[in-house]
């Protein structure tokens, strides 16, 4: 399917997919995915076993992986697929991990907020974070588990505990990206596998802030039009939650996004320069102490914060009406790590 794309691809998500299905690379890169057998889990899992860069892809939840991994081990392509099931056997599950991608908490239902989830997910973040952080504490740690605004710094927090060094925890966006790239495509009907659009600050909400203004190829919209776009990234998640009436959430296209996001580890690590990915990580950027932005990725993680670049207004003031929320989410976060580790 994909060798008969012949033309060039600019950097975006369809091209990060091409390189990835296409590229031989002899490295070993060992994957983890954690939470594996549920809606993100399986099908993040086939996207990654059906990379040639993922060589031992390693399966771990509190139920059904002998299953799933059963399942994706009969796919001839490179990638050792093997099972891990219950707390007995997370430390295994870690074992040599090079990139280790966290799905695993409970989904939204209609009329919930990501910050409802809290609750349920901190703890499970908690405990997988504790494991990251001793067993495999040099891995790229790739969190999807929501809400993203707290579950970073809560993993932040466990490593430092442990004595382990936080550089490598990265909350994944990519799914805000992934969103703004198609749906600018489709108001200004581009082909949406050419368009980039940075997506910064957090995963929830306002605190979502797309950059139509560095957009690449560049777009522009009239006030209410780029309002109105910009509402429906903040809210894409929303409208998953909700046409999907209480069966969970995004899954198909974050398990399209999560596969994006290792792919793009995955190549830093085997030495390509210029990789960039917008990410959700420890930062300075703003007065939030974690904020999402534009980071060329290398071999030990993040190689350089690109930072905001150039704003126009309207988005200098949604990054000004994001930071109380982010630094609520963060202080929520640490504070959990506080009182219950
Ligand atoms: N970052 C993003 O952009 C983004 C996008 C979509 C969903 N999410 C979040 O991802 C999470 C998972 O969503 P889903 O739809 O796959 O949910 P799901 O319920 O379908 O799957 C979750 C899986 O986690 C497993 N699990 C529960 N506790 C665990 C533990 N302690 N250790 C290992 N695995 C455990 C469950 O058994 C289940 O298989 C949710 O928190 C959701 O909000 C984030
Ligand atoms: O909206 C959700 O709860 C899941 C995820 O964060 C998303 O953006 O789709």
């Known amino acids: 399917m994909f060798s008969r794309i012949t033309k060039p691809q600019t950097a975006n998500a369809f091209s990060h997919l091409i390189k990835n299905f296409s590229t031989t690379n002899t490295a070993c890169r060992r994957v983890a995915v954690m939470g594996a057998s549920g809606g993100i889990g399986q099908p993040l899992s086939l996207l990654l ?29 490179p990638a050792k697929v093997t099972g891990y099931v219950g707390p007995d056997q997370l430390a295994d599950s870690l074992k040599g991990a090079e990139v280790v991608v966290i799905p695993a908490g409970v989904p939204r239902k209609p009329g919930m907020t990501r910050d409802d989830l809290f609750n349920t997910n901190a703890s499970i973040v908690a405990n997988l974070a504790k494991a990251c952080a001793e067993t495999c504490p040099s891995a ?94 903040q809210d894409a998640g929303t409208e998953v939650v909700k046409a999907k009436a ?53 071999p030990n993680g993040m190689a350089k914060n690109l930072g905001l670049g150039k704003l126009s207004a309207y988005e200098s003031g949604l990054v000004e009406g994001a930071i109380a929320e982010l630094k609520g989410s ?12």
Do not use: W
């Open 49 to 77: 076993k059906n990379s040639p860069l993922v060589t031992q892809l390693s399966l771990y939840d509190i139920v059904h992986t002998p299953g799933v991994a059963a399942d994706l081990s009969h796919i001839n392509s």
């Open 140 to 233: 790229m740690i790739c969190i999807i588990s929501n809400p993203v605004n707290s579950t970073v710094p809560i993993a932040t927090e466990v490593y430092k505990k442990v004595g382990a060094d936080p550089i490598r925890i990265f909350g994944v966006t990519t799914l805000d990206i992934v969103r703004a790239n198609m749906f600018v495509a489709e108001l200004k009907g581009l082909d949406p596998t050419t368009v980039n659009i940075p997506v910064i600050g957090g995963h929830a909400g306002i605190t979502i802030i797309p950059l139509i203004s560095q957009a690449t190829p560049a777009v522009e919209f009239p006030p209410d039009q780029l309002k109105a776009l910009t509402e429906r990234i």
């Open 246 to 298: 209480g069966a969970g959430s995004a899954t198909l296209s974050m398990a399209f996004a999560g596969a994006r996001f290792a792919f793009s580890m995955i190549r830093a690590l085997n030495g390509e320069e210029g990789v960039v990915e917008c990410a959700y990580i420890r930062s300075n950027v703003t007065e939030a102490t974690y904020f999402s932005t534009p980071l060329v990725l290398g």
């Open 330 to 341: 963060i202080k929520k976060g640490e504070a959990f790590v506080a009182n219950n580790m």
